[in-house]
Nanobody, 113 residues
């Protein structure tokens, strides 16, 4: 089982930015599809962004143009750069490795003035 550890969450004002990181264990990271999900209080967990081994990306419509997913295969790390944050972006953000179905423990993002 792959272990995923997220970091970078916190409290930020509307319009601010955060960068989340997710470090994965294992030796085949570069081959895997990596994803970010989020779960707001009282809501279902939802897909936010994904990146395949070749670098192609996919995003939730509401974050397009504001969020950017990227990866550094040498560091076994996937990032989520979040700009122009809105209160609706508040939630726990989870990293997921699609191929193995592994999840991280989550990192809290709160957007509030």
């Amino acid at each position: 089982q792959v272990q995923l550890v997220e970091s970078g969450g916190g409290l930020v004002q509307p319009g601010g930015s955060l960068r989340l990181s997710c470090v994965a264990s294992g030796t085949f990271f570069r081959l895997f599809i990596m994803e970010w999900y989020r779960q707001a209080p009282g809501k279902e967990r939802e897909f936010v962004a994904s990146i395949i081994s070749g670098g192609n990306t996919n995003y939730l419509d509401s974050v397009k143009g504001r969020f950017t997913i990227s990866r550094d295969n040498a560091k076994n790390t996937v990032y989520l750069q979040m700009n122009s944050l809105e209160p609706e972006d508040t939630g726990v953000y989870y990293c997921r490795q699609r191929n193995t179905g592994s999840w991280g423990q989550g990192t809290q993002v709160t957007v509030s003035s």
